[in-house]
C-alpha cells in the first residue's frame, strides 16, 4: 500500500472511532437535559437519579470524543498537507469557528455543571446542562458544515488556482449542511435513545430498579419518536440533493448503471466486486419507486453512472470517476434496511409502554438490548456512503484525493502513525467500554430526595 492509501485508511479509522461517540455525546446530553427539566418542575426523585446514572455515561462518551477528534484534526496537518493548503482559506473557518464557539460552550458549562453542584440555584445549574447540550450540537453544525463544502462547495472564487473565501454566510447556510446536520442531529437522538433504552431494558430484566428503567424508556419514547421520523425526513431531502449536487453518489449507491426512467429501487443486487462493475448480476427492483424517492416524479429520469462516467470524462479529463459500487451500495442498503427495524422496534415499545408490558416482556427487553447496537451500524455505513461516496474527489468538483496527501510523508511514517492511533484507539476504546459496562452493571444509585433545592442534584464526578 502507498503512503495514500495508508493516509486514506488512518483517516477513515479515526473517524469512525470518533464518530461512535459523537452523537451518542449529543444524544445523552440532550436526554439528561430533559430528566434535569423534569426533575426541576415535578422534584420528583425518578428523574434525579436518572440525571445522576445516565450522566455518567454521557461523560465518559465525551471525553473520549474530545481526544479521538483531537487526533482527527492533527491529521490534516500530518497526511493531508496539500489539502490544507488548497482549502485553507476556507475550511479553517468552520474549524475555528467550532472551537472558539462550540467547543469553549460545551465544554465550559459541562465543567460548571460537574462542579457547580450545590453552589448555585437549581436553576442555574439547569441552564449549565442545557447550554452544554447546545453547545455539543453546535459543534456538530461547524464540523457538518466544513464537511459539507467538501461535497458541495460554495461561497468562494478562485484566486491563483486555489478557493478563496467569499461569503462565510453561504458556507454556514449551504443546503447540504443544513440537511447534512439535520441528519446528524435526528441521528443523535436515536443514538443516545437507543442507548438509554438498552441499558434500561438491561435493567429492568435483572429487575434492578424497575419503576426507575421503566419511566426512563417512557421519557425516551417521544426522542426516539420524533429521531425516526425526523431522520427518514432529513435523509429524503439529502437524496433529493444528491442527485443534483453528487449524482455519482446516488447512482452508485443504486447500483443503476444505466439511466432509467422510470427508475426502480434496488432491494438486493449483486455484481463483480470491483471499483466500477458496469453492471449487476442480479437486482430484484420496485419499479417506479426510485423515480419517486429522486425526482418525485414516477417516471422521472435517473442518470446511471455509465453516462455520468462519460460526462466527467469530458469535463474534468481522462480519469476514473466512479466510487466504489458495492460499498456505496451496501452502506446505503444497511442504513435503509436498519431504519426500517428502528421504527418497528419504535412502534412496538410504544405499544408495549402504552399495555403496560415493558417489565414483564422478556422478548421486547432482548429486542432493546440487541437494538442498542443499530444506530452505532447507521452512523458508521452513512459516513463511509458520505465519504466513500464523493471519490475520487476530496473537494467534489475542485480536488482529488490523490492529490491532497502530504507529499514528503513516507509510507513508513504513515504507517507507523496508523499501527500507533490503531493502537491508542483500541485502548481509549476499552477503557471506554470498561467504565461504561462498570457503571451500567452497577446500576442507579439510591438517593433521596424532596424539593428541587441545589443539595438535590446528584454527585456526577467520575471516581476512577
Known sequence: MTALDLARLQFATTTIFHFFFVPLSIGLAFYVAVCQTLHYRTGKEVYARQVNFFGKLMLISFAVGVVTGIIQEFQ??????????????????????????????????????????????????????????????????????????????????????????????????????????????????????????????????????VELFTRAVKVAIPILTVGVIGGFLAGDQLALLLVKQQPMKMSAAEALFESEAPAAFSLFATGDLTRDPGQTNRNLKIPHMLSLLATRSWDGKVTGINELERRDIAKYGPGQYVPYVAVIYWSFRVMVYTWGLMLLFALLTWWMARKGRLAESRHWQTFAMVMAVSPFLVNTAGWVMTEVGRQPWIVQGLMQTKDANSPLVSTAQVASTLIGFTLIFTVIGGIALWLFLRYVSKGAEPQATGKPDATDVPDLTLAY
Open 76 to 209: 490534516f496537518g500530518m497526511n493531508w498537507s496539500q489539502y490544507s493548503r488548497f482549502v485553507g482559506d476556507i475550511f479553517g473557518a468552520p474549524l475555528a469557528m467550532e472551537a472558539l464557539i462550540a467547543f469553549f460552550l460545551e465544554s465550559t458549562f459541562l465543567g460548571f455543571w460537574i462542579f457547580a453542584k450545590g453552589r448555585v440555584s437549581p436553576k442555574t445549574h439547569l441552564v449549565s446542562i442545557w447550554l452544554v447540550s447546545i453547545g455539543s450540537a453546535l459543534s456538530a453544525f461547524f464540523i457538518i458544515a466544513a464537511n459539507s463544502w467538501m461535497q458541495h462547495p460554495v461561497g468562494y472564487k478562485m484566486v491563483n488556482g486555489k478557493p478563496q473565501l467569499d461569503s462565510i454566510w453561504a458556507v454556514v447556510t449551504n443546503n447540504t449542511a443544513i440537511a447534512a446536520y439535520l441528519h446528524v442531529i435526528f441521528a443523535a437522538a436515536l443514538t443516545g435513545t437507543f442507548v438509554v433504552i438498552g441499558v434500561a431494558a438491561f435493567q429492568i430484566r435483572r429487575g434492578h430498579e
